[in-house]
């Protein structure tokens, strides 16, 4: 019988069948001020700008974590989003990516069933995310 290698995490201990695994070392947050601030110092404004503008078109959605992501949630999760190595992903469910599928596809975004990958960058799409998370609201397709 031939055994799994494990890889083990440095930072945190943890072990994973997977080489350099994505995950969260340490204790979750649980907030998403705590999230923002857990993430590298040069996304973290990118960020607050993705929050800022859902928050703009959701006021009356409560922040919390949910699936280790910042979530809005109203009754149910809205949309959520979060940090990865190269882009910022939106996680709106499938009935909202293929809604603004057009208008992503005209932003250049990769997309694919449920989620959406915003490149780090100068300059965000945050006028479509802000419209996508209010439809989302709207219609009652979550996340």
């Known amino acids: 019988m031939i055994e799994e290698k494990k890889w083990i995490c440095p930072r945190c201990g943890r072990s994973f069948k997977k080489r350099n695994q994505s ?83 005209e932003a250049g975004l990769n997309f694919s069933k449920g989620s959406v990958r915003i490149p780090y960058s100068d300059h965000l799409p945050l006028k479509l995310i802000g419209e996508i998370a209010k439809w989302c609201a709207e219609t009652g397709n979550h996340a």
């Open 23 to 105: 995950h969260f070392c340490g204790k979750a947050p649980e907030t998403i001020d705590e999230y923002i601030l857990s993430q590298d110092e040069n996304i973290r404004e990118q960020l607050e700008s993705v929050r800022k503008s859902i928050r703009e078109k959701l006021p009356d959605a409560e922040e919390r974590i949910s699936w280790s992501m910042p979530t809005f949630w109203k009754g149910n999760n809205i949309i959520h989003f979060a940090a990865s190595k190269k882009h910022i992903g939106l996680y709106p469910g499938p009935e909202a990516v293929a809604h603004f599928s057009k208008e992503l596809d």
